[in-house]
C-alpha cells in the first residue's frame, strides 16, 4: 500500500482546509518546493498535490509552482484542482507531472473521460469525492446528483484504472477514515482505490493496509503529517 503525503497548494502557500472549506484553511508553509523536498527526503516517491485555487476557479492557477516542486525536489507528482481540458492535461504532463487527476469535469462528462484514458491511458486518476453519498464537484462547492457507486461504475466502464476515494466529511478533521463507506466502494469495484481523509494515527494506516486484498491500494495523508501526529517514515515502513 503506497502512502503519499499531500500538498495543497492555495495562494503559492502549503494549507489545509477543513472539510474543504476555503474560509477554514490553515497555512503550514509558505514554501511548496521546500516540503516537497522534506517529503521526499523522509522516503516518499509519489506526492499528492492538489491546486486548490485551480479547483475553485476551474483552471489551473498554480501549475508553475508544481513544476518548480518537481524540479526542486526530483519526487513524482499526482496533480488534480481545475484541470478540465485537454490542453490543461497535455501542459501538466510537459510540465512533468506524473499523474493527472481528473474530478468535475470527468464527473460532468462521460465521453471526456472515456476519450483522455483513450489518449493518456494510466496517467489519468479519478477522484471520486463524496458528500452526504453524492460525488462532489467545483472544489467541492457543489454536489452532483451521481451517487459514489453510480460513478465508479461509470468510470469502469470508460475504461479508468485508479481512483482516489475522498470522505469530505472527514477530509482535514483527523477524525479517522470512514471505513465502512471505505469497504463499500471497495466491494463495489475492480478499480485500484486510494483512501484518502481523516487518517490520524499509524493505527489507522495499519487498518488501511489490512484492506489491501479488498483491493486498497493506497492512502494520502495530510494535516496528520503537518502537525506531527503522524511520522511520515514509519507510515512508510507501515506501507
Known sequence: MKIIPAIDI?????????????DKDKVYSEN??????????????????????????????NLDVVEEMIKGSGVDI?????????????????????????GTSAVRDAEFSKAMIGKFGEKI????????KRVAIEGWEEVSQKSAEEYVK???SCGAKRIIYTDISRDGMMSG????????????????????????????????????????????IGRALYEGKIDLKEALNVG
Not at 495562494?11 to 476555503?22: P, S, Y
Request: with cysteine; proline share 2%; net charge negative.
Open 10 to 22: 492555495m495562494d503559492r502557500r502549503v494549507v489545509r482546509l477543513e472539510q474543504g472549506r476555503f
Open 32 to 61: 511548496p518546493i521546500l516540503i516537497a523536498k522534506k517529503w521526499k527526503e523522509c522516503g516518499a516517491d509519489l506526492l499528492h498535490v492538489v491546486d486548490l485555487d485551480g479547483a475553485r476557479l476551474g483552471k489551473p492557477i
Open 78 to 102: 499526482e496533480l488534480g484542482g481545475g484541470l478540465r481540458k485537454e490542453t490543461e492535461i497535455e501542459a501538466a504532463l510537459k510540465a512533468g507531472i506524473k499523474f493527472v487527476v481528473l
Open 125 to 132: 486518476i479519478f477522484a471520486v469525492d463524496v458528500k452526504d
Open 154 to 156: 461509470e468510470l469502469e
Open 177 to 220: 477514515p470512514n471505513l465502512e463507506s471505505l469497504k463499500e466502494i471497495l466491494s463495489s469495484t475492480t478499480l485500484e482505490v486510494t483512501a484518502s481523509g481523516g487518517v490520524s494515527s499509524i493505527e489507522h494506516i495499519k487498518v488501511l493496509k489490512g484492506m489491501e486484498g479488498e483491493g486498497l491500494t493506497g492512502v494520502i
